[in-house]
């Protein structure tokens, strides 16, 4: 079953234009007047729409490299020249990004220009409607929701950020002190975790609240920002992530699926039993490109599908090598070694798949060799376009089109085994291991009960270094690599590349990233990060 979108599909008639402005004090140049204030629920779901329709545009590929390409899950090398792009890619791999990095620069406007400041706006024409009080309460509530989340994304990156929580602004806002970003997020997301709705054993419902706040999403943003609380602000709330899980698995309406692949399937949706929030995706909404950039382009027809694709992304041998478990499926989301025809379900015939016109047939290998003197390269022959392994875990989309080359894949933002692995490694790291319907949750359980889901041998004996590697092989592409590395302090760990020149940058003052240059040059009252130059 596909989802149905209840915002997503109306978003041609999207009544504002504001979500586009970068700038922070924009002056009021558009607002509704009695003749085009919104009326119906249509209306509504246009306005409501837009602030969904900004969030899936760059999370799957701006954003998430901001938070994969900066680690070892993560690769885009230069093919004798191609995908080099001015060396954005390989910035994020050395850690060598600058203010003006078009990352940097795009995510920035994303987050507080078609996210938080479109949120505010939204919250102001509610304000103003006539609307009654229980639906006027149960929208705002949800675009609060999607503020505080616009504001993790942001807290999370940046660090020090401004809080802006009107429309307009009467002045221009000043950078706040991450803890402060903190303590905002924690206390939105307190507040609407009683009000939010909360997931039914109605699939029906379910699929009108797919993709949008619920309880569970705001406990799951709360238990993230408790997992790195450390990391943000100094302290330590292991306790508070597993009250945080509790609070998730305390609805049984949430609970694993049997298969690991069918998560991440073209055809995903509400059906999907352990998703807490995701962003919906299909070839109308604009945003994954995960087969794009990482398949392997001389296997498309194998895979039922003929548009031209990129060659580049790929992981390091590193992060790969963590796919060791005897039976493990996830094993399988991984393209490397001889390849053969799909057969459908997860697996792999005896049908070798070969080069076109050749008896040749394909080999991906895993090391990523490069070839001097361009920085990053790995050459463009048929061996080298080869080289990388790839991921196939957001399966492809078998009706995508050349004119857009889009998966219709949701991208799962919090899911119910994330949820299991942060319980288990806070109890690792001091918290108490709790009752669960009946069911003592100890971090063996925790990490066994994935394995078994995902076929895999199970493990004696979770520790903090098998957890995190752990997280690899379950979450791998789902955009959290950055922040594990950040929590356990190897976020400056190298993997070396053969006859590789250049090497990684790493000051301590990267784990955050830093305010662009035309936000400093537009506000005067922003602070630039510590370690990167100013205006």
Known sequence: MKRTYIYLSALAAVLISFSACRKLDVPVESQYVKSNFPVTTNDYTALMGSMYSNLSSQFAVPYWRMQELTTDEAILPARDGNFDDGGQYRQMHYHTWTFDHPYVNGIWQWGFGGGINNCNFILSVLASSKLNDSTKAAYSNEVRAMRALYYFFMMDLYGNVPIITKYPVDSLPATQPRAQVYAFIESEMKDLAQKLPSKTSSLATNATQYGRPTKAMAFAVLAKLYMNSQVYIGTPRYTDVVAM????????????????????????????????????????????????????????????????????????????????????????????????????????????????????????????????????????????????????????????????????????????ADIYLMKAEAILRGAAATTVNGTLQTPLYLVNKLRDRAGAQ??????????????????????????????????????????????????????????????????????????????
């Open 458 to 535: 199970q493990c004696p004996n979770p520790t903090l270094d098998t957890l995190l590697d752990e997280r690899a092989r379950e979450l791998s592409r789902e955009g959290w690599r950055r922040d594990d590395l950040l929590r356990y302090n190897q976020f400056e760990k190298e993997y070396i590349l053969p006859n590789d020149a250049l090497s990684m940058d790493k000051s301590e003052y990267r784990r955050l990233f830093p305010i662009p240059i035309n936000e400093l040059k537009l506000n005067t009252n922003l602070v630039q990060n510590p370690g990167y130059p100013g205006r």
């Open 245 to 416: 899980a509790d609070s998730i698995q305390n609805n049984q309406n949430y609970f694993l699926d049997t298969k690991f692949r069918d998560i991440f399937l073209p055809n995903n949706g509400p059906q999907i039993n352990e998703t807490i929030f995701a962003i919906p995706y299909d070839q109308q909404i604009p945003g994954n490109q995960f087969t794009r950039f990482g398949f392997f382009y001389y296997l498309v027809n194998a895979y039922g599908f003929n548009v031209g694709l990129s060659i580049a992304m790929s992981t390091t041998p590193e992060f790969y090598a963590r796919f060791n478990i005897p039976g493990d499926f996830r094993t399988k989301t991984w393209l490397v070694g001889p390849q053969y025809v799909p057969d459908g379900n997860g697996g792999f015939t005896n049908t070798p798949v070969y080069y076109p016109n050749t008896n040749t047939q394909i080999v991906i290998t895993a090391p990523l060799i490069l070839v001097p003197p361009k920085p990053m390269d790995v050459g463009n022959t048929t061996a080298s376009q080869a080289e990388g392994v790839r991921s196939i875990k957001y399966y492809p989309d078998p009706t995508t089109i050349q004119a857009t080359r889009l998966n219709g894949n949701d991208v799962p933002v919090f899911r119910l």
